[in-house]
């Protein structure tokens, strides 16, 4: 670069060296020009020196010793035409010492002075500057402070917060101080401390946290009853609201889709809105949720607490446990639940009250429980529910109360179910309630029956105004043109007790009416329900009672004569039974599977047991004269009349059978049937007087009987032979009544006319005379008469006399004797 400078400013000198090859010249020009060039790499250029020609290192040396000649003498020259001014420049500068060292002699002499004079300024400038290190210290320490005070203040904050429990935002604050605020200063002791104290803060703030919690859950288990109560209380609001907008809809005069309580409009999803309608206090009223009467604020902020401390897991398993707890204490029922309707009132509001909450609890809360959850500790609940149902219902034999309680589980199941809840299995456990109930209104029932009854007094009922005999129709279902017909005063066939068990078994099918209501089934269903509870009414309650009537001992003929009719009238309101459960549940008899009432068999069966209970009575009645009976078995002759106990028993029977005749027979029904019990009753005593009598001839315990004995009991036989023949009873043909004495007729004569020859001759033949005599009762009675003969023969002490006067009778006899015992034995053989 120097050579380049050096070569401008002088003339080119003369070339000393001769131009052997032009070509060699360029080529070493360029390599010098490379060289004397710092910009360009030198080992390529040095590379091709040595990479060139033979002898091309040499020649390259030759021309760079010119080169370098060349540039010297180029120097030189510059050099000898500069010299002249560079020997001027010294002597220059030799003039200028003298003055330099008298100019600094008077710079020194003014830096005297100068520090001197600046000596004060000095001082003032330390204290200037000792100022200004105070006013920087002072700046850097408010600076600092500036730092500081917003630490001391969010700690400040932070204590304030937490006197006043706001422990949510006390977290927030620690956050706040110990991500933004400590790090500006965390240096500071004080900060350390307050960096130290924080953690323990937060366990102080989960302990309270958890204490609030433990105090909710406590407080909760006293609130769940009024939350449950709310809840049922709307519910069953609803429903009766909606029960009445069903009601109006089906009759075309409702078609609004919100219904109002209270003065408040609700919309079908539970929402209310200002009826403007309304009173103004009316308007006020709000329903109370579980919101409203539960402070959930503690649950919220433990929740929060503890899920900005990052044990959220933590609580949650902690709440679900408790209340797990808590839910299996609410679904112990008392001992004694069963006996009022506020016991189960009680237990249900608990436990409607728990899952209200639960179910708050999870819809505010995002997963503190979930509906998995729930489901199963309702699962759980519904099990030990219905177990407690079935146990305590089980004691109740109040119909109301059993009544009430279904109203409640129903109650219990659509607050449940508007929750989200499943309660198919609380409206079968119903079905179970319902048997329940029917066993009760049974019972209740048997006891409304057997008062009834009691209080009758089964005499046809009197009406003496058109009024009265309105009256008995509308509340029973009777007819009858003739009585119809009849002027006032009348009497209609049937006693007070017809229309009396009529209307309550009416009441029966309205009281289970009323549990087949809300129950959510179909008119075919609620109509077979109303019909097998009026079936097992009629056929176990109303039969057991009848059944228990007919043998009490103070019933008399009269009272199961009119039973009869009382059944009989009762049998044949049956129908309209059916019609008037029809009218009810609009279904009609028609309907496939609909139940038949067969009370009809029960009223039958209670005539026929009646009937038979007065055949028995007639016969125990018969039984209670024939005891009476005092025969003087070894009379020598009758006293020509009839014995006075007979006499009396014939004139019982004659007035018995007077009732009967004289029984309502307005239709031929009351008629046929009075008839036929009074026939088949006169029949029944006859026969059974006539079997008494016999059996009163052939007593074991009666040894003897004298003939006059024979000829009193035979008087005693006639004058049942005329009762039988006077037609005590209407109706019956020829002397089919007296053929029940037949048997006796035929022995008295056998013995009255002593046709012994004629009965032991014809023995065996249908024509036989005395063809109803059996041949062992012949043989007993005769045996009897024999030893009463010879009995009587001692006394009068003539036996002997008789046998010789009376010889041939006795050979007759023990001729007689000994063939009836032949007979005897060849009937047994």
């Not at 204290?127 to 203040?153: G, S």
């Amino acid at each position: 670069m120097a050579s380049d400078r050096v070569h401008a400013a002088l003339p080119d000198p003369p070339s000393q060296i001769e131009e052997e090859n032009k070509e060699e010249e360029k080529v070493f020009g360029n390599i010098f020009a490379e060289l004397e060039s710092v910009d360009l790499p030198l080992g390529t250029t040095l590379r091709s020196i040595y990479d060139d020609q033979p002898n091309a290192h040499k020649r390259f040396m030759e021309k760079l010793d010119a080169r370098i000649r060349n540039h010297d003498r180029e120097i030189e020259k510059m050099c000898n035409f500069h010299h002249q001014g560079f020997v001027d420049a010294i002597t220059e500068l030799l003039k200028v010492r003298a003055d330099a060292e008298k100019l600094m002699g008077q710079v020194t002499d003014t830096d005297r002075r100068l520090q001197e004079a600046g000596r004060e300024v000095t001082a003032q400038t330390e204290e200037v500057i000792r100022c200004r290190i105070q006013q920087r210290n002072m700046a850097t320490t408010v600076e600092k402070l500036q730092l500081c005070i917003p630490v001391l203040e969010m700690y400040s904050k932070l204590k304030e917060q937490l006197e006043s429990k706001r422990y949510y935002a006390a977290l927030k604050t620690m956050e706040q101080l110990e991500k933004v605020f400590i790090p500006r200063v965390s240096q500071y002791r004080f900060c350390q401390i307050m960096a130290e104290n924080l953690p323990r803060l937060r366990e102080e703030i989960k302990e309270i946290s958890m204490s609030d919690l433990k105090d909710f859950l406590e407080s909760i288990r006293k609130h769940s009853d009024k939350v449950g109560e709310t809840a049922m209380r709307q519910a069953q609001q609803h429903r009766t609201f909606n029960s009445a907008v069903a009601k109006q809809s089906s009759i075309g005069h409702y078609t609004k889709p919100v219904y109002s309580l209270n003065g408040q409009t609700h919309t079908q999803n539970g929402l209310m809105i200002n009826d403007d309608t309304g009173d103004e206090e009316e308007a006020d009223e709000e329903i109370l949720t579980a919101q409203d009467l539960v402070d959930f604020s503690p649950v919220y902020r433990c929740l929060h607490i503890y899920t900005v401390l990052g044990d959220r897991e933590t609580f949650e398993n902690y709440y679900r446990k408790q209340r797990k707890k808590q839910a299996r204490l609410v679904l112990q029922p008392q001992a004694n639940m069963h006996e009022t309707v506020e016991g189960y009132r009680r237990y249900f509001n608990q436990i409607v009250g728990f899952f209200v909450v639960e179910d708050h609890i999870l819809h505010a809360t995002r997963g503190l429980v979930t509906r998995a959850f729930t489901d199963e500790l309702w699962n759980m609940a519904l099990s030990k529910i219905i177990a407690v149902l079935r146990t305590h219902s089980s004691y109740c034999d109040d119909p109301d109360l059993v009544l009430e309680l279904k109203n409640l589980i129903v109650i219990f199941a659509d607050t449940l179910q508007g929750y989200g809840f499943l309660v198919n299995r609380l409206f079968d456990l119903l079905f179970e309630v319902r048997d329940q109930y029917n066993e009760t209104l049974l019972k209740k029932w048997a006891l409304v029956f057997r008062e009834i009854f009691e209080l009758d007094n089964y005499s046809p009922i009197p009406v003496e105004t058109e009024e009265e005999y309105k009256l008995v129709v509308s509340r029973f279902p009777f007819h009858d043109a003739e009585i119809e017909k009849q002027d006032f005063p009348k009497k209609l066939p049937m006693s007070q007790s017809v229309p009396q068990i009529y209307t309550q078994v009416k009441e029966l099918i309205y009281a289970s009416l009323k549990f087949s209501e809300s129950l959510h089934r179909s008119s075919t269903e609620i109509d077979d329900m109303l019909r097998k509870s009026t079936n097992l009414l009629l056929t176990r309650t109303l039969s057991s009672c009848l059944q228990n009537l007919i043998k009490k001992p103070h019933i008399g003929l009269t009272e199961l004569v009119q039973i009869i009719i009382n059944t009989t009238h009762l049998e044949q309101a049956c129908k309209y039974l059916e019609e008037f459960i029809t009218n009810i549940t609009n279904v009609s008899p028609e309907t496939v599977h609909t139940t038949r009432l067969y009370g009809l068999a029960t009223f039958k069966d209670a005539r026929h047991a009646a009937e038979g209970e007065i055949y028995t009575k007639l016969n125990q009645k018969i039984d209670e004269f024939i005891q009476l009976a005092d025969y003087e078995w070894g009379m020598a002759e009758s006293d020509g009349r009839a014995s006075g106990y007979l006499m009396d028993l014939i004139n019982f029977l004659r007035s018995t059978f007077q009732v009967f005749t004289h029984l309502p027979n307005n239709n031929n029904d009351h008629a046929s049937m009075s008839g036929k019990v009074a026939q088949t009753a006169c029949m029944s005593a006859c026969k059974h007087l006539s079997t008494s009598l016999m059996q009163m001839l052939l007593d074991t315990e009666l040894k003897q009987i004298s003939m006059g004995a024979i000829q009193q009991f035979n008087l005693d036989v006639i004058q049942c032979e005329l009762f039988a023949s006077s037609e005590p009873v209407p109706g019956f043909q020829g002397d089919t009544l007296q053929l029940a004495f037949i048997d006796l007729r035929q022995l008295l004569d056998l013995f009255m006319v002593w046709d012994w020859s004629t009965y032991l001759a014809d023995y065996g033949q249908p024509t036989n005379k005395y063809l109803r005599v059996n041949p062992a009762t012949a043989l007993a009675l005769l045996e009897k008469v024999y030893r009463g003969m010879k009995d009587t023969s001692k006394k009068n002490n003539i036996f002997s006399q008789f046998r010789k006067n009376d010889r041939d009778k006795q050979k007759l006899i023990e001729t007689v004797v000994k063939q009836l015992r032949s007979l005897v034995n060849g009937m047994s053989s």
